[in-house]
């Protein structure tokens, strides 16, 4: 295979997978890790992909657009689903407190609450609000502050000061973007700041997340990895990320 075509099959599957790696590269073509770097190269100044650590990913992966609720609803669903079933394993037992994140596939795990299980419930998404005010076991607390439109999340020094005084089980937290060199990143600070909030009140953290945010990297860091203590993706997951957040310490579960 000539350079060229190597480096045109590279693009397209960059932009199938989300993300690929350079020993993964290396391996199916059949050449150096080094000869993979000069290609990612070439497709990086052809804006076709862009460089991360340790491989690439599309060139849209590094972005602060941020998508509505209703589009972000619409994709995925079929993973966000078998994550969110899969994620209510790690619910706290009945009479356990348990954060929820703004966001798609948090509210997905909200629904599917069991409806004999008591819980202590905190959010700051009015769709997660919505989804746990109808369940007769959860004790919901609703945070205030200035709601983004974009998210339906509150935000802001309000939500800030709450958080800084709970410390709850278990805390599901979205994500926009996740590598294991940046950690877990959102594109707007306010928002980045509640999750920050989040993360620090809980004794579990476990983020869900589809495997379209693995591989990306967006404008503000919220949490380092080694501040996760589960991921539950979907089977799209590259395995050179999955081990390399396995060896973190991270259990991570593709659903």
């Not at 073509?29 to 990913?57: I, K, N, Q």
């Not at 999340?153 to 410390?167: E, F, I, K, P, Y």
């Not at 395995?239 to 991270?250: C, F, H, K, P, Y």
Request: a negative charge; hydrophobic letters at 45%.
């Amino acid at each position: 295979m000539y350079a060229e075509e190597r480096q045109q099959a590279i693009a397209t599957l960059v932009g199938q997978r989300g993300r690929v790696s350079v020993t993964d590269l290396s391996e199916q073509y059949g050449v150096t890790s080094e000869t993979v770097r000069r290609d990612l190269a070439v497709l990086d100044r052809m804006g076709l992909v862009r460089r991360v650590h340790g491989g690439a990913v599309p060139a849209a992966a590094l972005t602060a657009i941020e998508l509505g609720t209703s589009e972000r609803e619409t994709a995925h669903t079929a993973e966000k689903e078998r994550i969110a079933k899969a994620a209510v394993e790690f619910l706290p037992p009945t009479g356990g407190s348990v954060l929820f994140d703004a966001g798609t596939t948090t509210a997905r795990v909200a629904a599917l609450l069991p409806a004999d299980r008591e819980l202590v419930g905190v959010t700051n998404s009015l769709p997660v609000a919505t989804r746990l005010s109808g369940h007769a076991g959860v004790q919901l607390h609703l945070l205030g502050g200035r709601v983004r439109g974009v998210t339906q999340a509150a935000v802001g020094a309000d939500t800030l000061r709450v958080l800084a005084g709970l410390r709850v089980d278990t805390a599901f937290i979205g994500t926009n973007a996740l590598t294991p060199a940046h950690g877990l990143s959102t594109p707007d600070v306010d928002e980045a700041a509640v999750k920050r909030a989040m993360v620090a009140s809980a004794h579990r953290v476990v983020v869900v997340a589809d495997s379209s945010k693995i591989g990306r990297e967006d404008f503000v860091r919220f949490a380092g990895i080694d501040e996760i203590d589960v991921l539950v993706t979907d089977s799209g997951i590259p395995a050179s990320v999955r081990n390399e957040l396995t060896g973190s310490g991270i259990e991570v579960v593709a659903a």
